[in-house]
Each structure stands twice: as structure tokens, then as C-alpha cells.
């Protein structure tokens, strides 16, 4: 019995030191419905986007993301046309401006993470409700209800406990499901958002092996503010805590900048000292690319670099807009 604690409590902890990065994405941009419920089809048309990423050193080459998010908003209307950002050409880029109606958005969101000897796949559904309080500015509430599937590679998995590696016996169930529920809340509009998520609010063991349920409560805190320059060139600054039990909490800091709606160039810094390029391009009114970069120069670091690939389809844009966040 008493082996079985250890084991039990070197496990917990082992989960929670893979959960650090979680989700372990560095175009988090795109993905902002995920953190949030409440930014669920905070953009008004159907917003589709993919991305994976892949670590070539430190972990034995075992660190892989793959992510996959569609989100969809009530304002995707040609006559209404009530979106935050609306604009036919980049002519007029700020003179269309609709005023702010009620409306409602909903999505589901997937990720699969490799960490080592462990598969992990996070399911969010999530549904907000977005109240206009001012012009172009939404109070947003929103819920997410979903699924995670956590796989051990393997009769045992290494972990780290304290800096030292531990062993960790799994036995014969190797696999677990549960089923979890998050929240969020948010001030959105064309110049600036604020928003806060609170994820793992529970996480019900549902089958498989019940002590690889990751019950770890993660609070979100993300905004970000437009500076305008001119009609051709903008930028944002935004800013994300994430806090979880038993961790110091994780920041990253960046800018993003814009050029005429076609070309994307940023720049973050993350608390755990790792510096991320970002780049994209619009190629056309539906689809867009990015490509990130993640060095982290420790040489204590158990991850040293990340490549990363985003893909964005925007389907039903009546506005032909581009949102940058």
C-alpha cells in the first residue's frame, strides 16, 4: 500500500509537470476560445483553424501538438452585418464600423500533445452569449463542456519531482477518459479585449485507469489592445497569465503587427525565458498561414526549440473582414 501511495503521488505529480505548457501551442492567437469559452465567435463568420507543431531537441524528440479549433457566430449575416470589424477594402478600413447587436457563439476545439510517454487529447464545446453594453463592445459570457483521453506509452513513464526523475509504475490500464467543464467571461470590441477563463472547473473520471484523471484547475487571464497607425499598418500588444495549482504562474508578453491585411509579423517573450517569431500571411479573403518559432536558450531547458504551422479558413465572410485577434 504504501509503495502504491508513492507511486500515486509521483504520478500527480509528474501530470502536473507536463501540464505547465498546457496547451502547448505558441500561436495561442488563434485559439483564444480555448482559453476562454467566452471568446467563442467573438469574430463574426465561421472561423476554421488547424496548426500542429513539432520539437526537433529535448525530449528525445517527443514533443508534438497537433490542434484543431472551428468556431461560428449568430452575427454571420449579410443583412445585419453586426460585426466588431467590418470593412470591404482596405480603403475604408475604419469607416464601417456596424453597431454591436445580442448575439450567441459556439464551436468545439481539439488538441493531441505527445509529452513523452504520454497521449493526451483535450475536447472543448463551447457555448457564449455576447451583450452589447456600448458601441462595438460585447460582454461576453460563455461554457465549455468536453472530453480528455490520456494514454501512458508503456508499462511506465519517467517524471520529474522536484528536478528529480522518478519512475513511474502504471500497470495494466493504461488508458482514461473524463469529462470536464470550464467558464469564462470578457469585454470585447474593435479596439481591445479582456477576458478570463477557468478551466478544469471539474473533471469527472469517467473510465480506464482513474489515477491518470488530470484534475488540475487552470485559470486564464489574456487581454489585448490595438494601436492604430495608419490605414495600412496596425499592431496589437497582448498579454496571457496562465495559473495553476502547485506552479508559479506562466506569462507570455507579446506584438503583434499587420501590414495592409495581407502580412503578419510578431515578436513574444515567455516567463519561463523562451522568445517566439511569428509570421503570416492573408492569401486571399478565406485563407490565411503562420509559422512560429520558440527558442528557449537555458541549457537547463528540457525543451530548446519549436516549429509550429497554423492554418485559418474564414468561411461566410459577408464583411470581408480580417480580425487580428
Same mark, same amino acid.
Given at each position: @500500500?504504501?509503495?502504491?501511495? %508513492?507511486?500515486?503521488?509521483?504520478?500527480?505529480?509528474?501530470?502536473?509537470?507536463?501540464?505547465?505548457?498546457?496547451?502547448?501551442?505558441?500561436?495561442?492567437?488563434?485559439?483564444?476560445?480555448?482559453?476562454?469559452?467566452?471568446?467563442?465567435?467573438?469574430?463574426?463568420?465561421?472561423?476554421?483553424?488547424?496548426?500542429?507543431?513539432?520539437?526537433?531537441?529535448?525530449?528525445?524528440?517527443?514533443?508534438?501538438?497537433?490542434?484543431?479549433?472551428?468556431?461560428?457566430?449568430?452575427?454571420?449575416?449579410?443583412?445585419?452585418?453586426?460585426?466588431?470589424?467590418?470593412?470591404?477594402?482596405?480603403?475604408?478600413?475604419?469607416?464601417?464600423?456596424?453597431?454591436?447587436?445580442?448575439? @450567441?457563439?459556439?464551436?468545439?476545439?481539439?488538441?493531441?500533445?505527445?509529452?513523452?510517454?504520454? +497521449?493526451?487529447?483535450?475536447?472543448?464545446?463551447?457555448?457564449?452569449?455576447?451583450?452589447?453594453?456600448?458601441?462595438?463592445?460585447?460582454?461576453?459570457?460563455?461554457?465549455?463542456?468536453?472530453?480528455?483521453?490520456?494514454?501512458?506509452?508503456?508499462?511506465?513513464?519517467?517524471?520529474?519531482?522536484?528536478?528529480?526523475?522518478?519512475?513511474?509504475?502504471?500497470?495494466?490500464?493504461?488508458?482514461?477518459?473524463?469529462?470536464?467543464?470550464?467558464?469564462?467571461?470578457?469585454?470585447?470590441?474593435? =479596439?481591445?479585449?479582456?477576458? %478570463?477563463?477557468?478551466?478544469?472547473?471539474?473533471?469527472?473520471?469517467?473510465?480506464?485507469? =482513474?489515477?491518470? +484523471?488530470?484534475?488540475?484547475?487552470?485559470?486564464?487571464?489574456?487581454?489585448?489592445?490595438?494601436?492604430?497607425?495608419?490605414?495600412?499598418? =496596425?499592431?496589437?500588444?497582448?498579454? @496571457?497569465?496562465?495559473?495553476? =495549482?502547485?506552479?508559479?504562474?506562466?506569462?507570455?508578453?507579446?506584438?503583434?503587427?499587420?501590414?495592409?491585411?495581407?502580412?503578419?509579423?510578431?515578436?513574444?517573450?515567455?516567463?519561463?525565458?523562451?522568445?517566439?517569431?511569428?509570421?503570416?500571411?492573408?492569401?486571399?479573403?478565406?485563407?490565411?498561414?503562420?509559422?512560429?518559432?520558440?527558442?528557449?536558450?537555458?541549457?537547463?531547458?528540457?525543451?530548446?526549440?519549436?516549429?509550429?504551422?497554423?492554418?485559418?479558413?474564414?468561411?461566410?465572410?459577408?464583411?470581408?473582414?480580417?480580425?487580428?485577434?
Amino acid at each position: @500500500m504504501k509503495k502504491l501511495i %508513492v507511486i500515486l503521488i509521483g504520478l500527480v505529480v509528474g501530470l502536473e509537470a507536463t501540464a505547465q505548457s498546457y496547451p502547448n501551442v505558441t500561436q495561442k492567437y488563434r485559439y483564444l476560445a480555448y482559453f476562454s469559452p467566452a471568446m467563442a465567435g467573438m469574430n463574426d463568420n465561421l472561423d476554421i483553424n488547424a496548426g500542429f507543431n513539432f520539437q526537433p531537441s529535448g525530449l528525445d524528440n517527443t514533443l508534438n501538438t497537433n490542434f484543431f479549433s472551428g468556431y461560428y457566430s449568430t452575427g454571420v449575416s449579410q443583412g445585419s452585418r453586426n460585426a466588431i470589424r467590418g470593412t470591404q477594402s482596405v480603403d475604408d478600413y475604419y469607416g464601417r464600423r456596424q453597431r454591436a447587436e445580442l448575439k @450567441m457563439g459556439f464551436g468545439t476545439a481539439i488538441m493531441s500533445e505527445d509529452v513523452g510517454e504520454i +497521449t493526451s487529447t483535450y475536447n472543448s464545446n463551447a457555448f457564449a452569449v455576447h451583450v452589447p453594453i456600448a458601441d462595438h463592445t460585447y460582454l461576453s459570457m460563455g461554457v465549455a463542456v468536453g472530453f480528455n483521453f490520456r494514454t501512458v506509452n508503456g508499462d511506465r513513464f519517467t517524471a520529474r519531482d522536484g528536478g528529480d526523475e522518478v519512475i513511474i509504475e502504471v500497470g495494466q490500464d493504461k488508458n482514461n477518459s473524463s469529462l470536464h467543464i470550464d467558464a469564462g467571461l470578457g469585454v470585447t470590441s474593435d =479596439e481591445f479585449y479582456l477576458a %478570463v477563463g477557468l478551466n478544469n472547473l471539474t473533471n469527472v473520471y469517467m473510465s480506464g485507469n =482513474e489515477i491518470l +484523471t488530470e484534475k488540475i484547475f487552470i485559470s486564464n487571464f489574456m487581454g489585448g489592445y490595438r494601436l492604430y497607425h495608419s490605414n495600412d499598418l =496596425e499592431a496589437i500588444v497582448m498579454a @496571457m497569465v496562465n495559473v495553476q =495549482e502547485n506552479f508559479d504562474p506562466a506569462w507570455n508578453v507579446g506584438v503583434r503587427g499587420r501590414y495592409r491585411q495581407i502580412l503578419m509579423a510578431g515578436f513574444n517573450y515567455t516567463g519561463d525565458g523562451s522568445f517566439i517569431t511569428q509570421l503570416g500571411l492573408q492569401m486571399n479573403d478565406y485563407l490565411n498561414v503562420g509559422y512560429s518559432f520558440a527558442y528557449k536558450g537555458s541549457s537547463t531547458a528540457v525543451v530548446n526549440s519549436i516549429h509550429e504551422l497554423g492554418i485559418g479558413l474564414r468561411l461566410m465572410n459577408h464583411n470581408k473582414y480580417v480580425p487580428i485577434w
